[in-house]
């Protein structure tokens, strides 16, 4: 009896070739590259395994390239072992990653070869770099940080534009200070709605007066008297050829100027001479002072305007013009008689204006400045002590020697002539007006003055 014919062999040859067939087309379509052996083992730590299953498949670019094969926990955290085809060629560069499937909380694991010039990751080798975050618990995390500012910011503009507002937060105070600007202004507006309708009434006569001069017909009107002016204009241009046709013909005075060699030679020499006279007068630096200062006690300012020469670096001369609000004080005593006897005796001070002369000679020394001359109209000296490269000045002026003055004050030159001074006007009270001052002033030199010119758009 034939074996092979046997009805026996063949089911059985036949379940067995169906069963190979089975578990070839099982291999083929398995996403564990290790059932065939074409894979490399890989291990990597996460903070935790959360959303990851065992089996579930690892992508690279979103395509299927291993599994995970176990999740354990070491020191604390999540040890994920996977492999991967070998194909991929992990290079020990390479990175991983978890990333959400959906709003559900499933999770899977992407994976990045590594740059192609990095050395071969080894079989069973660890995986360093990893990129935590991108679930869903991240961004709910961040939801619920954006909800809380949100919270916060919605407080603090309630807080602002409720009520009377609160000067907490720099919303409420402007709103506050917005409030205040619109209640001023309708403020304004309500109590001089008559001086706002004259002006606009006034700007309106105005108006309409330019549009009667310039509609003029009459014979003095504007447009006669343009017209007029054009034929002038037109006149005028004309002498203007004559004139220099004349001169380029070599006629009249200007004519031989130009023409005549000896008479330009002659004009040169004297500009020469004018030209010497002039770079002189520029080696000479000018300055002009503008100042006030309040006079607490008097309760007006003192204000004095001046220029200053200077021939050379070691010395200047100021003269200057200042009006004094305590120039003239009147003292007067009030008595108060009460029964035929004499009760009580007051003082009254007044003062008035007068305006001064002051013209002196200052020579410098090093730190020091000393002037002497004529300080408001009355013979005088003083003394400058510089300081902070010459920024901060110290002076003491003593005048009027018949009821001595004394004053003391400290400037200070800030920026662009910019200078501030305070002190003390007649210390020994001689005449009644002590009072501590504060003010400021402006000092221009020549130069300040061309680059204010240079610069001026007019």
Same mark, same amino acid.
């Given at each position: 009896?034939?074996?092979?014919?046997?009805?026996?062999?063949?089911?059985?040859?036949?379940?067995?070739?169906?069963?190979?067939?089975?578990?070839?087309?099982? @291999?083929?379509?398995?996403?564990?590259?290790?059932?065939?052996?074409?894979?490399? *083992?890989?291990?990597?730590?996460?903070?935790?395994?959360?959303?990851?299953?065992?089996?579930?498949?690892?992508?690279?670019?979103?395509?299927?390239?291993?599994?995970?094969?176990?999740?354990? $926990?070491?020191?604390?955290?999540?040890?994920?072992?996977?492999?991967?085809?070998?194909?991929?060629?992990?290079?020990?560069?390479?990175?991983?990653? @978890?990333?959400?499937?959906?709003?559900?909380?499933?999770?899977?694991?992407?994976?990045?070869?590594?740059?192609?010039?990095?050395?071969? $990751?080894?079989?069973?080798?660890?995986?360093?770099?990893?990129?935590?975050?991108?679930?869903?618990?991240?961004?709910?995390?961040?939801?619920?940080?954006?909800?809380?500012?949100?919270?916060?910011?919605?407080?603090? $503009?309630?807080?602002?534009?409720?009520?009377?507002?609160?000067?907490?937060?720099? $919303?409420?105070?402007?709103?506050?200070?917005?409030?205040?600007?619109?209640?001023?202004?309708?403020?304004?507006?309500?109590?001089?709605?008559?001086?706002?309708?004259?002006?606009?009434?006034?700007?309106?006569?105005?108006?309409?007066?330019?549009?009667?001069?310039?509609?003029?017909?009459?014979?003095?009107?504007?447009?006669?008297?343009?017209?007029?002016?054009?034929?002038?204009?037109?006149?005028? @241009?004309?002498?203007?050829?004559?004139?220099?046709?004349?001169?380029?013909?070599?006629?009249?005075?200007?004519?031989?100027?130009?023409?005549?060699?000896?008479?330009?030679?002659?004009?040169?020499?004297?500009?020469?001479?004018?030209?010497?006279?002039?770079?002189?007068?520029?080696?000479?630096?000018?300055?002009?002072?503008?100042?006030?200062?309040?006079?607490?006690?008097?309760?007006?300012?003192?204000?004095?305007?001046?220029?200053?020469?200077?021939?050379?670096?070691?010395?200047?001369?100021?003269?200057?013009?200042?009006?004094?609000?305590?120039?003239?004080?009147?003292?007067?005593?009030?008595?108060?008689?009460?029964?035929?006897?004499?009760?009580?005796?007051?003082?009254?001070?007044?003062?008035?204006?007068?305006?001064?002369?002051?013209?002196?000679?200052?020579?410098?020394?090093?730190?020091?400045?000393? *002037?002497?001359?004529?300080?408001?109209?009355?013979?005088?000296?003083?003394?400058?002590?510089?300081?902070?490269?010459?920024?901060?000045?110290?002076?003491?002026?003593?005048?009027?020697?018949?009821?001595?003055?004394?004053?003391?004050?400290?400037?200070?030159?800030?920026?662009?002539?910019?200078?501030?001074?305070?002190?003390?006007?007649?210390?020994?009270?001689?005449?009644?007006?002590?009072?501590?001052?504060?003010?400021?002033?402006?000092?221009?030199?020549?130069?300040?003055?061309?680059?204010?010119?240079?610069?001026?758009?007019?």
């Amino acid at each position: 009896m034939n074996f092979l014919k046997l009805p026996e062999f063949k089911v059985g040859l036949l379940v067995v070739a169906i069963g190979g067939l089975i578990a070839f087309m099982s @291999m083929q379509v398995s996403d564990d590259p290790s059932l065939l052996g074409r894979a490399k *083992r890989a291990w990597f730590l996460m903070p935790t395994a959360q959303g990851l299953v065992k089996g579930s498949a690892i992508k690279s670019a979103g395509i299927p390239v291993g599994v995970i094969k176990d999740i354990t $926990l070491q020191d604390g955290k999540a040890r994920i072992d996977v492999t991967i085809k070998d194909e991929i060629g992990l290079k020990r560069s390479a990175a991983v990653g @978890m990333k959400a499937n959906g709003i559900l909380g499933d999770k899977s694991i992407e994976v990045y070869p590594g740059d192609e010039g990095d050395p071969e $990751l080894e079989d069973g080798g660890q995986i360093v770099n990893v990129k935590t975050g991108g679930g869903l618990d991240d961004v709910m995390t961040q939801v619920s940080d954006l909800a809380g500012n949100l919270k916060e910011i919605t407080k603090n $503009l309630k807080e602002a534009t409720a009520g009377d507002g609160t000067d907490k937060h720099i $919303l409420g105070r402007i709103v506050i200070n917005i409030e205040k600007i619109t209640k001023d202004l309708s403020q304004v507006t309500g109590d001089n709605k008559e001086q706002i309708k004259e002006i606009v009434d006034q700007v309106n006569e105005i108006t309409g007066t330019i549009n009667e001069l310039v509609n003029d017909d009459s014979p003095e009107g504007f447009k006669s008297t343009w017209k007029k002016t054009m034929v002038r204009l037109d006149n005028s @241009m004309k002498n203007i050829d004559e004139i220099t046709t004349k001169i380029n013909k070599g006629e009249g005075a200007i004519g031989k100027l130009i023409s005549d060699e000896q008479t330009g030679e002659d004009i040169s020499t004297a500009i020469e001479g004018i030209s010497g006279l002039v770079d002189t007068a520029n080696k000479v630096s000018t300055g002009i002072d503008f100042n006030s200062h309040y006079l607490g006690t008097v309760g007006s300012a003192k204000t004095a305007i001046g220029v200053t020469i200077q021939p050379g670096l070691d010395r200047y001369y100021y003269l200057g013009i200042i009006t004094d609000p305590a120039g003239v004080v009147e003292r007067k005593e009030i008595s108060t008689t009460t029964g035929g006897s004499t009760t009580d005796v007051e003082e009254e001070v007044t003062f008035k204006n007068k305006t001064k002369i002051t013209a002196f000679f200052g020579k410098h020394f090093f730190d020091w400045t000393l *002037r002497g001359g004529l300080i408001e109209d009355t013979g005088g000296v003083g003394i400058d002590y510089h300081m902070l490269d010459r920024k901060l000045t110290a002076t003491v002026e003593a005048y009027d020697f018949q009821k001595i003055q004394v004053r003391s004050f400290l400037t200070y030159r800030m920026f662009y002539g910019l200078y501030l001074t305070a002190g003390y006007n007649d210390m020994l009270d001689k005449k009644n007006a002590s009072s501590a001052f504060l003010g400021a002033g402006l000092f221009l030199t020549n130069d300040d003055l061309k680059l204010l010119l240079t610069k001026s758009p007019f």
